[in-house]
């Protein structure tokens, strides 16, 4: 959402969250609609989760927190470096990480296959 905003050349500069006000307003329409949402985007702060865990509460809905992590630094580094956008791994490594001060589902991504992830989520609903 954020790149559609900085691409659109509307002079915004920087958005700071603007990008997560976005798409958790577009869940709550959605929400608002009974229809099911999943919001996928890098979360690293508690703040921003919690804002999120709100517009489920506010919306009088459950919510799965889902943290999707690679233990494995030489792996993700290598995962990181190979993106088409996005490989910066300094920047990854400077990223402040809050930690979780809620039970979350977390799927390691050394040890699952992406159908072991997906059973693990389907299994916590």
Same mark, same amino acid.
């Given at each position: 959402?954020?790149?559609?905003?900085?691409?659109?050349?509307?002079?915004?500069?920087?958005?700071?969250?603007?990008?997560?006000? &976005?798409?958790?307003?577009?869940?709550?329409?959605?929400?608002?609609?009974?229809?099911?949402?999943?919001a996928?985007?890098?979360?690293?702060?508690?703040?921003? =989760?919690?804002?999120?865990?709100?517009?489920?509460?506010?919306?009088?809905?459950?919510?799965?927190?889902?943290?999707?992590?690679?233990?494995?630094?030489?792996?993700?580094?290598?995962?990181?470096?190979?993106? =088409?956008?996005?490989?910066?791994?300094? &920047?990854?490594?400077?990223?402040?990480?809050?930690?979780?001060?809620?039970?979350?589902?977390?799927?390691d991504?050394?040890?699952?296959?992406?159908?072991?992830?997906? &059973?693990?989520i389907l299994?916590?609903?």
């Amino acid at each position: 959402i954020e790149k559609g905003m900085r691409d659109g050349d509307l002079g915004l500069g920087d958005l700071k969250g603007a990008g997560y006000w &976005a798409a958790q307003n577009v869940a709550k329409d959605n929400l608002a609609l009974k229809q099911s949402v999943i919001a996928d985007c890098v979360n690293p702060f508690a703040l921003t =989760r919690d804002s999120w865990s709100e517009v489920a509460t506010i919306s009088g809905c459950e919510i799965r927190e889902i943290e999707v992590y690679c233990p494995n630094r030489s792996l993700h580094r290598e995962r990181v470096e190979a993106r =088409r956008t996005s490989n910066d791994w300094a &920047a990854v490594e400077a990223r402040r990480f809050d930690p979780w001060n809620r039970e979350v589902i977390r799927l390691d991504t050394e040890a699952l296959s992406v159908d072991d992830a997906v &059973a693990k989520i389907l299994e916590s609903i």
